[in-house]
């Protein structure tokens, strides 16, 4: 079992596909109030093999709400007030290369964030703070991923560039050949701000984007239909399954996860005086800076 001040609890963030596990027991679901307002949905506790783990729609059960309405803060939050320390973001995507096919998965290790409508930050006014997204994600648990995906069979590629466009409308043929020259890989509307809020709560994060189809650059893209999609959404919901199965352990037995530099993201980050503090922010971010706040 990993060591450390607290004990591994794995999270995943992502569709309704993704949670219905075989021999997830001890499943509820339950409302977990944010300061930062309302959270996706519920979250869904359950155990998997003895391990617990807790499950976020992103979206929303049904698929609710679009992109740039997710109140990522919230969702962020609410993951961190019940204990979780290591976040896996699943995603649909489309490629923007040749090569990255349907059906693959791609263990994200860089962001270009190109949102514009949304709530960045957990700090400001009364309380700031600036956390590196020099590298956005983490590295252990990426390998942990890139390990429980060879397990499991599933292609992967083990890096790759995400665009985060705003949304809800896709690209453009112009955009996505611009995002081409800019060597991104895949492209997607969900994991930003997510994954900067994600390290300003020290969470351990990774993200794991699952090709649906090729972005409209392809000459291919036209003549995809939806229910050739559907089938990719559905085999990759499947194989995402076969990851978390596979991950959960790894991560339980990890010895190094205590000492992850990205829970102590915030050990310098913090640039507001403590006598000058926001009580009201202080106290709203209780659960996500409570570590190195203290007594302010």
């Not at 995603?91 to 270009?112: H, T």
């Not at 997204?133 to 397990?151: F, N, Q, S, T």
Request: charged fraction near 20%; charge should be negative.
């Amino acid at each position: 079992m990993a060591t450390g001040a607290q004990a591994p609890l794995l999270g995943v963030i992502g569709g309704s596909g993704v949670y219905e596990i075989d021999g997830l027991i001890n499943q509820r679901w339950q409302k977990v109030s944010s300061p930062f307002g309302e959270a996706s949905d519920e979250l869904l506790f359950g155990e998997l093999n003895g391990q617990s783990m807790v499950f976020l729609p992103r979206h929303g059960r049904g698929h609710r709400i679009p992109p740039s309405a997710i109140n990522y803060r919230a969702n962020i939050d609410a993951l961190k007030r019940v204990g979780v320390t290591d976040l896996i973001s699943v995603s649909a995507v489309g490629s923007l290369r040749e090569d990255l096919k349907p059906g693959m998965f791609v263990i994200v290790d860089q962001f270009i964030d190109r949102t514009f409508a949304r709530e960045k930050s957990f700090f400001g006014t009364g309380l700031v703070a600036h956390v590196s997204m020099a590298h956005p994600v983490c590295r252990r648990l990426g390998e942990h991923l890139a390990a429980a995906m060879r397990e499991a069979g599933i292609v992967t590629a083990a890096t790759g560039t995400y665009l985060v466009m705003e949304g809800p409308q896709f690209s453009t043929l112009a955009e996505s050949q611009l995002y081409r020259s800019w060597n991104c890989d895949v492209i997607g509307m969900t994991n930003m701000p997510e994954a900067k809020l994600a390290r300003e709560a020290e969470l351990c994060y990774a993200s794991v984007a699952m090709v649906t189809d090729f972005d409209c650059w392809h000459p291919d893209h036209d003549a995809v239909n939806v229910e050739a999609i559907v089938k990719v959404l559905l085999e990759n919901a499947d194989k995402a399954r076969n990851m978390v199965r596979a991950v959960a352990p790894r991560l339980y037995l990890d010895v190094l996860a205590g000492s992850c530099v990205c829970r102590r993201a915030l050990d310098h980050a913090l640039i507001t005086a403590p006598h000058a503090r926001d009580p009201e922010e202080v106290k709203h971010l209780g659960a996500v800076a409570g570590r190195v706040l203290g007594g302010s």
